[in-house]
């Protein structure tokens, strides 16, 4: 059972992760931002992995440390829980619709850190648009992932929880554990 927990503290936010890949889609998420622990709620859910988040921040600033803190932490989170990687399938892609809406992800878990985000949002979320790439950008850059995401639709909300259900799908599928593989790389090592 892969798992793992960090707390991070700052002089602006605590945040405090727990993961367990092989669990069964529990989420428990408090960040004191609702839309932020229903879409961490989804991306749970829909991944099949156990998730509890706790996170205070200077909210009465904005919301933009606290979303960035949870993705970093989030992140660290993830790569310790996947440990040395072996034996991981390391790619997957898959789409995820909500109604109108479709969103795509494609992840490597192979430690290279690097994000792709394509779509827009008109406005209608309830925090800024630009704190969705960047809460997948904080992401990616600590779990050493490389992932292209991508969305579409006509409603902001549909468009961002697919989003977040298609990253916990992906991250599901290619962390998953095949006992008789290696380290997935040419150079024996990820």
């Known amino acids: 059972m892969r798992s793992f927990e960090v707390s991070r503290e700052t002089k602006e936010t605590f945040v405090s992760v727990f993961i367990l890949l092989e669990g069964s889609g529990i989420v428990n998420s408090d960040t004191k931002i ?61 789409s995820v619709p909500m109604d109108e809406a479709i969103a795509t992800a494609t992840l490597d878990l192979g430690g290279r850190p690097y994000l792709v985000m394509n779509g827009e949002f008109s406005g209608g979320l309830p925090f800024p648009n630009s704190l969705v790439e960047h809460f997948f950008y904080s992401l990616c850059l600590n779990a050493k ?35 008789g593989k290696g380290i997935p790389s040419t150079k024996g090592s990820l």
């Open 34 to 94: 609702p839309f932020l622990d229903h879409m961490l709620n989804a991306m749970g859910r829909h991944g099949g992995f156990d998730l509890t988040v706790e996170a205070r921040g200077d909210l009465e600033v904005d919301m933009h440390h606290t979303v960035e803190d949870v993705g970093i932490v989030l992140g660290q989170t993830i790569d310790g829980a996947l440990g040395d990687k072996k034996g991981i399938e390391r790619f997957y892609h898959t």
């Open 145 to 179: 992932i490389t992932a292209h995401l991508s969305f579409s639709g006509r409603d902001d909300h549909h468009m961002c929880e697919a989003l977040f259900k298609a990253f916990g799908v992906c991250l599901s599928k290619a962390s998953h554990v095949d006992p």
